[in-house]
């Protein structure tokens, strides 16, 4: 698709997607989101006389290395899905993915509070390989989850060996990640980042501190219930 102007607008979306057992509730109904995006993406889009070149997916579930080990995370390739020539194709590995997450254990230790890998999950999907192309561009990343992460210093703590060695050191290093003129992974004109996520400290300051950030707060332990589908499409329709 072209839009009126001759523009090409090329947009990547990252769902980040906790995968533990408290998400049992919810997973089912995230799945089904992630599958019927596009869709509804291109009916918004032409409700509202927009149009989109090229639309990306890459989805990423994550647990805990302390429970789970170095497959705690897992990442997808982008399936593109607007190539008429693979369409079809793409829509089938990403289906076939997205219907293999499941949402069990996972859960990390009493002693760390039974919180997960969410920063790092992050991380990894701010160092996807964003599409360059297009005369315009969109990279937005949905995180969900129903609990507070681990800070990258307990991460490594109870992880040990598990823990991969390219993660931020801390959370100012992940903010530098996000905002700083230096050290941004994201071009600042196409990036942002939307969380269902619980209140609590390390969110909160995600959200209260960070550039280009929406936070739809949901309690812990009680899945994403308050979380809105329609948020994500509309933030991505009135940005373009």
Known sequence: MENQQGLKYNV??????????????????????????????????????????????????????????????????????????????????????????????????????????????????????????GDKRRHVIVLFTDIAPLTFEEGRKYAGDNYPQDMPANFDELTDMWDSPQGAVMAKSSKRLILFAPDCETWDNISNNWNEVIHWPAKAGEGLSDADYNTILDTLMNSI
């Open 12 to 133: 990547d979306l990252v769902f980040v997607v906790d995968t533990t057992g408290s998400m049992a509730n919810l997973i089912n109904t995230v799945k089904g989101n992630i599958l019927k995006f596009y869709p509804d993406l291109k009916k918004v889009a032409d409700e509202k006389g927009k149009s989109i070149s090229q639309f990306r997916i890459k989805v990423i579930d994550f647990k805990n290395y302390e429970y789970n080990g170095r497959g705690a995370i897992q990442e997808s390739k982008f399936f593109t899905l607007t190539n008429d020539a693979q369409m079809e194709n793409e829509e089938d590995q990403l289906q076939s993915y997205v219907n293999n997450l499941s949402a069990n254990g996972g859960s990390g230790s009493r002693e760390q509070g039974y919180r997960e890998n969410g920063l790092e999950a992050l991380t990894i999907a701010m160092r996807s390989d964003w599409d360059k192309g």
